[in-house]
C-alpha cells in the first residue's frame, strides 16, 4: 500500500526566511506521480505541483522549489524568502497510475506553516 | 472559468440524520472525487465517478453513497449520520479519471459538524 510521512507537524518561522517541507513516501510501483497542495485557513486545496516518477529534475516557480529524489524517497518543498500569505498548511500526496482505472491520492497528514512578520 | 463549487458551505446536523453535498466541476471535466477531510489530518479518499459511473471507492461504509448526473455534477449522501462524520468534506475534479495521469483540483468543501 502506498504511504506519504510528513514528519514536521508545525513550522515557524519569520518571514524572509527561508523553509523546508519534507515529504516521504513509500510505493511499489515505478510509475506514479507526486503532488503538493496548499491549504489556506479557507480550506480550499489549492494544487501547487505534479511531477511524475520518470521526471527527477528539480523545478523552481518563483519562491518555489520542489527536490525530488527517487533514492531516498522524498519530495521535498522549499520556499525561499517565506512571506506571511505563506502561513497556510501545506500536504503531499501519491498517486499511482492505474491504466484505464481510475487513481487517487494518497494524502500525507500536512505540516503547518506559520510566517510571523 | 468557474473552479470547483461545493454546496452548502457549513452544515448542521444531528445523529441518525442523512445529509446531501453538492459538487459542480470545472466545466469540462468529467470526474469527480470526494474526499473526508477530519481536523488535523489529511483527506481520505471516498468516491471517484467519471461519466456517471463509480470508478472507485474507499474504505467508507455503505451509510456513504454518490452518485454524477449527466451533466457532470455530483452529489454525495451520508445516512444514520456518527459523531466521527464531522468533516470538512472535498470535491475535486479533473478531465479524466484523475490522480496519477491527471490533476485534481479542489472545491472549497463542505464543513458538516454532527452534533
Known amino acids: 500500500a502506498q504511504k506519504v510521512t510528513q514528519a514536521q507537524t508545525e513550522i515557524s518561522v519569520v518571514e524572509k526566511e527561508d523553509v523546508t517541507l519534507d515529504c516521504v513516501y513509500e510505493t511499489r510501483d515505478t510509475t506514479y506521480y507526486l503532488f503538493w497542495y496548499k491549504q489556506p485557513p479557507s480550506g480550499e486545496l489549492v494544487f501547487l505541483i505534479r511531477?511524475?516518477?520518470?521526471?527527477?529534475q528539480n523545478e523552481i516557480s518563483g519562491r518555489y522549489s520542489w527536490n525530488f529524489q527517487k533514492s531516498t524517497s522524498s519530495f521535498n518543498f522549499t520556499i525561499t524568502a517565506s512571506q506571511v500569505v505563506d502561513s497556510a498548511v501545506y500536504f503531499c500526496a501519491l498517486s499511482e497510475a492505474v491504466g484505464s482505472g481510475y487513481s487517487t491520492l494518497t494524502f500525507g497528514k500536512g505540516t503547518m506553516l506559520l510566517v510571523s512578520p | 472559468d468557474a473552479g470547483v463549487t461545493q454546496s452548502p458551505t457549513h452544515l448542521i446536523k444531528t445523529r441518525g440524520q442523512q445529509v446531501t453535498l453538492r459538487c459542480s466541476p470545472i466545466s469540462g471535466h468529467k470526474s469527480v472525487s470526494w474526499y473526508q477531510q477530519v481536523l488535523g489530518q489529511g483527506p481520505q479518499f471516498i468516491f471517484q465517478y467519471y461519466e456517471k459511473e463509480e470508478r472507485g471507492r474507499g474504505n467508507f461504509p455503505d451509510r456513504f453513497s454518490a452518485r454524477q448526473f449527466p451533466n457532470y455534477s455530483s452529489e454525495l449522501n451520508v445516512n444514520a449520520l456518527l459523531l466521527g462524520d464531522s468533516a470538512l468534506y472535498l470535491c475535486?475534479?479533473?478531465?479524466?479519471?484523475?490522480?496519477?495521469?491527471?490533476?485534481?483540483?479542489f472545491g472549497p468543501g463542505t464543513r458538516l459538524t454532527v452534533l
Open positions: 475535486a475534479s479533473s478531465l479524466i479519471a484523475g490522480g496519477g495521469t491527471d490533476t485534481q483540483y
Open positions: 511531477r511524475n516518477s520518470f521526471d527527477e
